[in-house]
Nanobody, 115 residues
Framework: QVPLVESGGGLVQAGGSLRLSCTASGIMFSSYAMGWYRQAPGKQRELVAT???????NYADSVKGRFAISRDNAKSTVYLQMNSLKPEDTAVYYC?????????WGQGTQVTVSS
């Protein structure tokens, strides 16, 4: 059973915005560090942003000032607000939940930014 389901991807023009959502089930969401990663064709998966149970956030340099990660523990959901999107942001975006020895991944959602 996959406990993470992403949504919100799609096609957007450069300069536009998208909001990704990832809803967890079957885990104690508030205890997990949550993250967004992405993988572009022919490239390795890379970290985009993380949010700790405390609410502390961390961002890749390439998205700082443009993307914002947030979590709603009551809804077991983590969000990624993506603004000022660039063609190089095109990738499959994956949600991750990590706590001690548990490491879960969503199925991914495609984000395509046209120039």
């Amino acid at each position: 059973q996959v406990p993470l389901v992403e949504s919100g991807g799609g096609l957007v023009q450069a300069g536009g915005s998208l909001r990704l959502s990832c809803t967890a089930s079957g885990i104690m969401f508030s205890s997990y560090a949550m993250g967004w990663y992405r993988q572009a064709p022919g490239k390795q998966r890379e970290l985009v942003a993380t949010v700790a149970p405390s609410g502390n956030t961390n961002y890749a340099d390439s998205v700082k000032g443009r993307f914002a990660i947030s979590r709603d523990n009551a809804k077991s959901t983590v969000y990624l607000q993506m603004n000022s999107l660039k063609p190089e942001d095109t990738a499959v975006y994956y949600c991750n939940a990590f706590f001690r020895y548990s490491d879960y991944w969503g199925q991914g959602t495609q984000v395509t930014v046209s120039s």
